[in-house]
């Protein structure tokens, strides 16, 4: 008979903060404990950094710059990116492991991005030795004019607790490319596995100072990264409420920033659609990751003609969706990663029916699991302007609602104040291309969902941010652009004149 989670018992590992060159625990002494989300006990134990862990942190982070990283080429970076990338791939089992440990996710997609790690790493390894500027031929031929792609500075990162190490890499590849440095601040809830990434920096001979990561529990330590003057951008994954707190911060000193914000992503299916395809699209799309992903297809739009039989079809996979032990290859959903997000997940089901909603699918907890599960949970007679249909819910929640033309459909998926995500089920190739043009996404898939590759840009606007991740636009993130103009001809000119 198995154990139930309940009755388990962990040992507590101990963990130190990498900064610079040594492993650290915070001046004061302070610690605090992450808990496995499934069994509910404390698994490891990590500093509870202050603002001066942190000021230690940014001066590595600069010294970097100034130092032996500042000064090798993009081959070199290269070089090192690419062993990281080795250390990595032959520990993917365990960083997947720690990974679901720590968040709740299940092995099965915690695998599947750990291995992911090292072609990101790869793959901006060969932008890297690639940043070439341009000479432009100007108006004047006595002078030469060329440009030159620099790095940005110390990078700080802020990391959600969802995905946290692919959402770490996203940022991380990019800005080794361009010859960045890195401090960043994983969530209370998921610190192992950034310190993890770092130990295996350390192995694969990333110099002293080019990742530090400093752990800690409340929206201090955060606010202190995003406000400090020697942080020359902020790359952020998270909430658009914190995201906004993060663009005023960072531009007190004028920082750039980066941000991967909220979402409240459509799919529309229509008639001529394969609809067992569209089902586990759509099942996946909302129910992987227990919903807690930015991309959840949260909305799903439904043509009038196929509405029903389309719902049934889903409420009855969703009620055979195994819930159980993220580590148990069997398992098809894992618990929620913290109770705050139960309770959010929980409040937006019963306010729905309380506007008119229909639930046709789970609704509530599964507490025989574990105390952090909610089942698939189906609403339809969603309108669109209810709060199921307009806020981010962050959880295993799908709201319905029915369309009955393309304009229709149209309308309906843009009536939103995010743009980062919307899937497309149509056999019909003019109408999936016409669509795609006018749904405002920063990511369109057709026929699928939730694909994400290393080569291809990622991001949204309005609500759901700004900037890019993955791709050569990711690098262009972290580099700025310099002019150099070289007088050829030595002719003394008006010093009063300008050009």
């Known amino acids: ?50 603002p001066a862990d942190l000021e230690l942190a940014v001066e590595a982070a600069t010294a970097a710059m100034a130092g032996e990283w500042g000064r090798i080429s993009g081959f070199e970076r290269a070089r090192h990116m690419r062993r990281f990338a080795d250390v990595l791939e032959r520990d993917a089992a365990e960083l997947a492991r720690l990974e679901s440990t720590d968040n709740g996710k299940l092995l099965r997609e915690t695998s599947v991005q750990t291995k992911a790690l090292p072609e990101w790493l790869r793959y901006f390894a060969g932008i890297a030795d690639k940043l070439q500027g341009d000479v432009i031929p100007g108006q004047n031929p006595d002078f030469l004019i060329y440009t030159r792609h620099e790095p940005v500075g110390v990078v700080g990162a802020i990391v959600p607790w969802n995905s946290p190490l692919s959402l770490l890499m996203w940022k991380l590849a990019p ?41 800690g529990c409340g929206p201090e330590l955060g606010a202190a990264l995003v406000a400090h003057p020697g942080v020359r951008h902020i790359a952020f ?91 148990d290859p069997g398992t098809e959903m894992g618990p929620l990663a913290n109770r705050a997000q139960l309770d959010v997940v929980s409040g937006f089901v019963t306010r729905a029916t309380t506007d008119g909603g229909r639930v046709a ?19 339809t007679d969603v309108q669109w302007d209810m709060e199921l249909a307009q806020e981010e819910i962050f959880g295993p929640v799908l709201a319905v609602l029915r369309f009955t033309t393309e304009d229709d459909a149209v309308r309906i998926a843009n009536a939103t104040r995010f743009g980062l995500a919307a899937g ?48 050569v636009d990711a690098v262009r993130e972290y580099a700025e652009t310099k002019a150099i103009w070289v007088d050829l001809a030595g002719t003394r000119r008006d010093p009063f004149v300008l050009g």
């Open 175 to 215: 800005l080794l490319a361009a010859g960045c440095t890195l401090v960043v601040k994983p969530s209370e809830y998921t610190p192992v596995t950034a310190l993890e990434l770092a130990k295996r920096a350390e192995e694969a001979g990333l110099p002293p100072g080019v990742i530090n990561v400093v752990t």
């Open 237 to 327: 994954t998270g909430s658009p409420s914190v995201g906004i707190k993060v663009a005023q911060g960072a531009a007190g000193h004028l920082a750039r920033t980066t941000l991967e914000l909220g979402g409240k992503s459509a799919q529309l299916v229509f008639p001529d659609a394969d609809l067992d395809a569209a089902v586990d699209g759509v099942i996946s799309g909302i129910f992987a990751a227990s919903g807690q992903t930015c991309v959840a297809g949260s909305r799903l739009l439904v043509h009038d003609d196929i509405h029903d039989d389309f719902v049934d079809r889903l409420a009855k996979r969703a009620g055979a969706i195994v819930l159980g032990d993220p580590l």
């Open 424 to 471: 497309l089920w149509t056999s019909d190739v003019r109408r999936a291309h016409r669509i795609a043009h006018r749904l405002r996404a920063g990511n369109v898939w057709i026929n699928t969902y939730r694909k994400v590759a290393p080569d291809v840009p990622f991001g949204g606007s309005g609500f759901s941010g700004w900037g890019r991740e993955s791709g």
């Open 1 to 50: 008979m198995s154990e139930s989670p309940s009755t388990r018992t962990e040992a507590v590992a101990g963990y130190s903060m990498r900064i610079g060159d040594r492993w650290a625990d915070a001046l004061d002494g302070a610690r605090f404990e992450t808990a496995n989300p499934y069994t509910g006990a404390a698994w490891a134990s990590v500093p509870d950094a202050s």
């Open 361 to 379: 699918a789970g609704g509530s907890t599964d507490p025989a699991r574990g105390e952090l599960f909610y089942r698939p949970t189906i609403v």
